[in-house]
C-alpha cells in the first residue's frame, strides 16, 4: 500500500502564495517502482484536472497551461516527498488540490492523497 498526504494549504489573497507538500509513505511506495508524482486539482462543479507532473526518477516536468510561469513542481527524492510551489495566486486556481502517484508499467495515476483545499480570495 501506498499513501500520500497533502498539507499546506489555505486560504490566501490573489497575488499571494501557497507551498503544498506530499509526503508519500508505505511497505511498497519506492522510487524504484514510482514513474510519476502529479498535483491535480478540482474545483466545484469542474473535472479533475492535472496541475503539474514530476518523474519521480529524471528531471521531467509538465504543467497545465494556466499554470506554467506561475507554479513550480518539484521532488525530494530522501524524504519521499513532493511540492507544489503555487506563486501569483488567482481566485481560478481555488480547488482541492490532490497529490497522486502513477507506477512504474501504468498509464494512469494509482494512488491518491485525500486532498487539501486551497483558496484564493480576491
Known amino acids: 500500500q501506498v499513501q500520500l498526504v497533502e498539507s499546506g494549504g489555505g486560504l490566501v489573497q490573489a497575488g499571494g502564495s501557497l507551498r503544498l507538500s506530499c509526503a508519500a509513505s508505505?511497505?511498497?511506495?519506492?522510487?524504484?517502482?514510482?514513474?510519476?508524482m502529479g498535483w491535480f486539482r478540482q474545483a466545484p462543479g469542474k473535472e479533475r484536472e492535472l496541475v503539474a507532473a514530476?518523474?519521480?526518477?529524471?528531471?521531467?516536468?509538465t504543467y497545465a497551461d494556466s499554470v506554467k510561469g506561475r507554479f513550480t513542481i518539484s521532488r525530494d527524492n530522501a524524504k519521499n516527498t513532493v511540492y507544489l510551489q503555487m506563486n501569483s495566486l488567482k481566485p481560478e486556481d481555488t480547488a482541492v488540490y490532490y497529490c497522486?502517484?502513477?507506477?512504474?508499467?501504468?498509464?494512469?495515476?494509482?494512488?491518491w492523497g485525500q486532498g487539501t483545499q486551497v483558496t484564493v480570495t480576491v
Open positions: 514530476v518523474s519521480w526518477r529524471g528531471t521531467s516536468t
Open positions: 508505505g511497505r511498497t511506495f519506492s522510487s524504484y517502482y514510482m514513474d510519476y
Open positions: 497522486a502517484a502513477q507506477p512504474l508499467g501504468k498509464a494512469y495515476y494509482d494512488y
